[in-house]
């Protein structure tokens, strides 16, 4: 099955506020994971070192000094994990493939027993009916290539799309859904720019060097794909409806966070008031002739990946948030909704605005949503965690999703992140995702109560009134 599939059916007539919601038939209901997340045997099988490995074992980096050594130990429990998916209802899996198993130093010789876990788990899920949709990138960078630039270099770009194909060689008979990045605005803004994500670098030249490198990446593994006979292939990115009263304020984070990469990826050209403001922190002279063709060729199906909106402000004074490159002068604000661990403003209506967004100034591409979630203080208690707020956060963000259908987005599936308790980055393991509880010391998992609500909702297709 692939995930574009045409969904045939109308929307059912919808209710308003907290009726019943019914989504389109064939819509993909799934979760979502990633390698350095959930796998640990980090030094196992041939794995080579990831740039976060190297990140999450330097001092004050990570919370607590966690690092993704063991996390989840999904790769040796991954057939519990996937029967456990199968106990859900889960219809569709995505997950990351790490480079650094497959190519330990991020180029030449391939690693059998990498590709081999994956052909384990793919075997698995089609075992159990499950779908899946693999991302080909998700910040787990060999450092070896990192040792050598990592994304603010050109070759990182080429060595990504020769990784692509060589995953593609061992799997592709098996996975029809093939996306090449997660998140690049987290890849570059946060790893080369603000330094709060491995490498670590706050250079926010190198930032704008990493999002050009990366996106080229996507475009020559897209190449690659699609020479091999790929039946989908796409991007997800990471995306945020921009609210405040100053229009200037407005476009320079808008440009920032979502146009420097939809406009390359779907219309092949880089933003101009976006390369005009950056000119103060590069000189762009790493675009070269033809890049962003390659950049800008047709894809399947768009990932976005929702949490939260992004509210500014103009405020006299204000420095630079490091995150934003030239973004002095603008506050980042936030109002009184609910907040979610992360301190991210709960807030559904976002989703709806940011998809119907999307599906008017870049149309004529299937979306889905490859992850939106929440993480809340989780109490497991006599073996059940209670987690009804995470069920209202999911509820609502159904709807918004349903209303976004409604007003004509063309969105294929749903993916909640997480499926598991995992690695939340610099927050280490303090942030819990999860539908699954994972009890970190025992690797004992326990379905919260979301994940038996979420498997109604897949059984039905839908909401509840
Ligand atoms: O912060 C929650 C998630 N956001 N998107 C990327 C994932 O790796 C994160 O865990």
Redesign the pocket.
């Known amino acids: 099955m692939t995930l574009s599939m045409g969904v045939s059916g109308g929307i059912s007539e919808e209710t308003a506020g907290t009726g019943e919601v019914i989504f389109p038939e064939g819509f993909v209901w799934g979760t979502?994971t990633?390698s350095y997340?959930i796998e640990g045997a980090a030094n196992e099988d041939g794995r080579g070192p990831s740039i976060w490995d190297t990140f999450s074992r330097t001092p004050g980096k990570v919370f607590a000094g966690h690092t993704g050594d063991v996390a989840c130990d999904h790769y040796h429990r991954y057939r519990d994990d996937v029967a456990m998916m199968a106990d859900l209802g889960v219809q569709a899996y995505r997950f990351s493939m790490a480079w650094p198993r497959i190519q330990p130093d991020g180029s030449g010789p391939v690693n059998p027993r990498g590709l081999d876990f994956y052909d384990r788990l793919v075997d698995e899920l089609h075992g159990h009916g499950i779908t899946p949709l693999v991302t080909l990138y998700?910040?787990d960078l060999p450092q070896a290539l990192e040792d050598r630039g990592g994304w603010t270099s050109r070759e990182t770009a080429e060595r990504f799309a020769e990784y692509a194909a060589v995953a593609y060689g061992r799997l592709g008979d098996r996975i029809a859904t093939w996306t090449t990045l997660?998140?690049p605005w987290?890849s570059s803004f946060l790893g080369y720019g603000a330094g709060v994500h491995a490498p670590g670098r706050t250079d926010p030249g190198a930032a704008f060097a990493a999002v050009h490198h990366l996106l080229l990446g996507h475009g020559l593994a897209v190449a690659e794909l699609r020479a091999a006979g790929a039946a989908q292939v796409g991007i997800t990115l990471?995306l945020a409806p921009i609210s405040g009263d100053d229009p200037e304020a407005v476009a320079h984070i808008d440009g920032l966070q979502n146009r420097i990469f939809l406009d390359p990826v779907l219309r092949g050209e880089y933003p101009a008031d976006v390369v005009e403001r950056a000119r103060r922190f590069t000189d762009w002279s790493f675009v070269r002739d033809g890049d962003l063709d390659i950049i800008g060729a047709p894809i399947d199906v768009l990932g976005v990946?929702y949490?939260s909106p992004t509210a500014v402000r103009l405020r006299a004074g204000q420095p630079a948030n490091p995150v934003h490159p030239g973004s002095e002068g603008i506050a980042f604000v936030q109002g009184d909704e609910e907040k979610t661990a992360?301190g991210w403003s709960v807030k559904p209506s976002g989703l709806t605005e940011l998809l119907t967004r999307v599906s008017r100034d870049y149309p004529g591409t299937p979306l889905i949503i490859t992850?939106n979630?929440a993480?809340f203080d989780d109490v497991l208690a006599d073996g059940r965690v209670a987690d009804e707020r995470r069920i209202a956060f999911l509820d609502g963000h159904f709807r918004a999703a349903h209303a976004a259908i409604a007003a004509g987005a063309d969105l294929r599936g749903y993916f909640v992140?997480?499926l598991m308790d995992?690695?939340?980055?610099a927050?280490g393991y303090a942030?819990r995702?999860g539908l699954v509880h994972v009890d970190y010391a025992s690797q004992r998992r326990t379905p919260k109560d979301s994940a038996l609500w979420y498997r109604e909702v897949i059984r039905r297709n839908g909401l509840q009134a």
């Open positions: 979502a990633a997340q998700h910040w997660n998140e987290c990471n990946n949490y992360m992850e979630g993480a992140w997480s995992n690695f939340e980055w927050e942030k995702f």
